[in-house]
């Protein structure tokens, strides 16, 4: 399955979203819409390796709940992951069972490559 974790709020995803040309099987998650599951979290901790990987350090909330500052285990990022869309860094594409998480633009280029070739 195809799919994408986004905030259609988020201009940001937008952007990338239209400059990515996704194909017409992609499902749009809008993760503020529909939460993550924990069974969807899961799976992209089988693909990327890492809760820490998903998890947004950029959060405004990571800096005023002092999470900057604290030692985060796998379990917190997990944890703060389900509790609030905010921490998940977005946005997350899986395509072909790889993952691509992020909007950095080696990121981007990275999945258009994936997706289109």
């Known amino acids: 399955m195809n799919k994408i974790y986004y905030l ?23 993760i503020k819409e529909e ?3 924990v069974k969807q979290l899961e799976g992209m ?4 390796g890492s809760y820490e990987a998903l998890f947004s350090k950029r959060a405004k909330l990571y800096k005023e709940m002092g999470l900057k500052d604290a030692n985060l285990t796998e379990k917190d ?7 609030h869309y905010t ?12 993952i691509i998480i992020g909007n950095r633009a080696k990121t981007v280029e990275a999945a258009k490559q994936a997706i289109h070739g």
């Open 87 to 98: 921490f998940l860094s977005r946005p997350v594409i899986i395509y072909k069972n790889k």
């Open 77 to 83: 990022f997990k944890h703060y992951i389900l509790d």
């Open 45 to 48: 901790y089988k693909l990327s």
């Open 8 to 30: 259609k709020t988020c201009s940001t995803c937008v952007r990338i979203i239209k400059a990515l040309d996704l194909p017409s099987d992609f499902i749009f998650q809008d």
């Open 35 to 37: 939460e993550i599951t």
